[in-house]
């Protein structure tokens, strides 16, 4: 089994930035794709981004896209959300989210607990 824990969350005022990291354990980490989903209170849980086993390839939601970069240290089994321009619409609860998928956009087996992230006006 592998678990994820989340952290990096907070408060922010729109314009600014954050740093989430998601550290894996449990089992060997690099072979499958990571990803990020969020989910505001009330909405369904939404993609971010993913990113494949290498670190070589990534994918976004169009919402997110230009703004928001995951990346991945395999050396430290830890992915990476690095939020800019951050909007009061991308309040949500962020899960990490680990395994195999059948398309980029699909969630996998494997969620962190979440870290709230909250954007003010």
């Known amino acids: 089994q592998v678990q994820l824990v989340e952290s990096g969350g907070g408060l922010v005022q729109a314009g600014g930035s954050l740093r989430l990291s998601c550290a894996a354990s449990g089992r060997t980490f690099s072979t499958y794709p990571m990803g990020w989903f969020r989910q505001a209170p009330g909405k369904e849980r939404e993609f971010v981004a993913v990113?494949?086993?290498?670190?070589?390839?990534?994918e976004y939601a169009d919402s997110v896209k230009g703004r928001f970069t995951i990346s991945r240290d395999n050396a430290k089994n830890t992915v990476y959300l690095q939020m800019n321009s951050l909007e009061p619409e991308d309040t949500a609860v962020y899960y990490c989210?680990?395994?195999?998928?059948?398309?980029?956009?699909?969630?996998?087996?494997?969620w962190g607990q979440g870290t709230q992230v909250t954007v003010s006006s």
């Open positions: 990113i494949n086993g290498s670190g070589g390839r990534t």
């Open positions: 989210n680990y395994g195999r998928r059948s398309s980029w956009r699909d969630p996998a087996d494997y």
